[in-house]
C-alpha cells in the first residue's frame, strides 16, 4: 500500500508540474492577443465595439480564469484551484457558441476595414506571434479545455479515493467532461448543417428539401440498383439521412447549368424500411442489399464488400 502511494504521489506530482507548465505557456498566448489586439484596439477605435466583442468573445474572462488557476497551482492548492476554476468552465460553452460568429466578422473586417486589415498584418510580423496569425490563436480556449479534460482525469487516477481532494477533483473531471460533450455537440451540429446545405447545393432544383431541423447526414456513396425486370443495373448516388435514403443521377454533362449537379429520382422514409443483406455473408466478391418499403422493394448492389458490409451497418443503425 506504501508503495502504491509513493507511485501514484510520484505520477501525480509529475501531473500537476505538467499542468502548470503548460498553463504558464497558455496564458502567454491568450496574453499575445489581448496585449497586441484587444487592448489597442480598444484603444485606438479601429473596430466598432461590437464587432471587437464578437470577434474575441469572453476572452478577457478566460485569461482571469487562467490567471487565477495558475496562482493556486503555484501554491500547490490542487483541489481549491480546481474548485474554483470550475466555476467559470461555462465561459468554454460560451467560446465556442460564439467562434463561427467570430470568424466571420473577423473576415467581414479584413475585407471592409482598410486600416484594420493594415494593424492585423503589422501586429503579427512581432516575434512575440512567431510567425502564427490572429486565425490560429482564436481557437486556443478549445484546445486548452481539451487539454484539461485529460490532466483533470490523470490527477484523479493518481490521487487515493479518501482524501478530501479526490472528491474535488472527481467533481472537476465532471464539470470538464460535461462542457466538453456541450462544445462537441456545437461542432457536430454545425458540421451535419455544412454537410446538409453541401448535399442540398448538389441537388438539381429545390424540389428535394434536404434542410430539414432534426435531420442528420450520415453518409453517401455510388451503388448499383438492381431492377425488378431483366433490364440493366443502374449506377445511383445514394444519401443517407437519419429519416431519408435519396437516390440521385448525374445530370447531363453537356446541361449549361447542371452539368455537375444530380437529379433526385426518389426518397424514400426510413421509418417503415427494414434491411437485409441477400448476400456479403460470406468472402465472395461484393454483396447485395434489399431494403423494403410499404409500397417497393430496392436492391442495391456493390462489388464492394466492405462497402455493402458498411452501407447495412450504416442504414440499420439509422432505420432503428
Known sequence: VEDQRARWERKRSRTAKELLETEHKYLEQLDVVLTYFVTILKAKGTL???????????????????HVLSFHLEKGNLGPGLENFCQSLDLYGHYAENLERANKTLMEQLRKNKSFRRFKKLQETRPQ????????????????LHQYKHFFR?????????????????????SVSEVSQWVQDIFD?????????????????????????????????????????????KHRMFFLFSDILIAAKPCHPLHLLNSNKLSCQAVYP???????????????????????????????????????????????????
Not at 129 to 143: N, S, T, V, W
Not at 284 to 290: A, H
Open 129 to 144: 506571434f512567431q510567425g502564427r496569425k490572429l486565425e490560429d490563436l482564436l481557437p486556443l480556449p478549445l484546445q486548452r
Open 154 to 174: 490523470d490527477l484523479l487516477e493518481n490521487t487515493s479515493p479518501d482524501t478530501a481532494e479526490y472528491q474535488k477533483l472527481a467533481k472537476a473531471v465532471k
Open 270 to 320: 426510413l421509418h417503415q424500411c427494414s434491411v437485409d443483406k441477400v448476400f456479403g455473408h460470406t468472402q465472395s466478391q461484393g454483396g447485395l442489399l434489399s431494403l423494403s418499403f410499404p409500397h417497393k422493394t430496392l436492391l442495391l448492389m456493390s462489388s464492394n464488400q466492405q462497402e455493402i458490409h458498411d452501407w447495412y451497418r450504416s442504414l440499420t443503425a439509422a432505420v432503428r
Open 189 to 233: 451540429k454545425r458540421e451535419n448543417s455544412l454537410q446538409l446545405l453541401r448535399v442540398q447545393k448538389l441537388l438539381k432544383g429545390q424540389k428535394t428539401q434536404v434542410l430539414t431541423p432534426g435531420r442528420w447526414y450520415i453518409r453517401e456513396g455510388w451503388l448499383l440498383v438492381v431492377p425488378s425486370k431483366g433490364e440493366e443495373l
Open 48 to 66: 466598432k465595439p461590437a464587432a471587437l466583442e464578437t470577434i474575441f468573445g469572453p476572452l478577457e474572462s478566460l485569461y482571469s480564469a487562467s
